[in-house]
């Protein structure tokens, strides 16, 4: 079983993850802003990876560190437990449509970390949290991760419906890249027989 917990405190928060890469999809989500639990729980179903995650911080003065330091630690517990990545699949892309809206995730677990996040909003917030700070998550969780990320909402008028879809199109890519490959479940997917150099 890959697992892993990572803890994380500063001034400003206190985060502890654990994951269960080969999990169900069940979760335990306090992070003390209620929109972003809700899309830790879609994280966590879609890609079945089981996530327990609890966190701490000033958010009487706002939400921005605790959603980037909880990105970074969610990353960092999917980088620790996929260790040296021997016999994953590596890539993995999804297309999620939710109503009227469609979103797409690509990925690439490659050790260099790198954000393209084409998602646009028409409101300032879904619930309390303010829509700026999804594209700080998707940043904090890439560099955690290491992992090439590009997210992109094809179209969609709904604002929750186009976070979500991106939630969970990451999600479905996730589960993807992260499957052994009964192929090659000895082997790194790379030429280079490791996976975190700057170059393929």
Not at 20 to 29: C, E
Not at 131 to 147: M, Y
């Amino acid at each position: 079983m890959r697992k892993a917990t990572i803890e994380r405190t500063t001034k400003e928060t206190s985060v502890s993850a654990t994951i269960n890469l080969d999990g169900d999809g069940i979760y335990d989500v306090d992070t003390g802003i209620g929109f972003l639990d809700h899309m830790m729980e879609q994280l966590s179903r879609h890609s079945l990876i089981d996530l327990t995650l609890k966190a701490s911080g000033d958010t009487h003065i706002d939400f921005h560190h605790t959603v980037e330091d909880v990105g970074i630690v969610v990353g960092q517990a999917i980088k620790d437990a996929l260790g040296d990545m021997r016999g994953i699949t590596r890539y993995g892309n999804a297309i999620i449509p939710m109503d009227e809206t469609c979103t797409r995730c690509s990925i690439d677990i490659s050790g260099r970390p790198y954000t393209v996040f084409k998602v646009n909003f028409s409101r300032d917030k879904l619930g309390d949290m303010d829509t700026e700070l999804f594209v700080e998550w998707f940043r904090a969780f890439a560099g955690g991760a290491g992992i090439t990320l590009h997210v992109e909402n094809i179209y969609g008028d709904n604002n929750h419906h186009i976070i979500e879809s991106s939630y969970k199109a990451l999600a479905r890519a996730l589960r993807q890249a992260i499957e052994i490959d009964p192929r090659k479940s000895d082997a790194i997917p790379s030429t280079k027989g490791m996976i975190g150099d700057k170059s393929d």
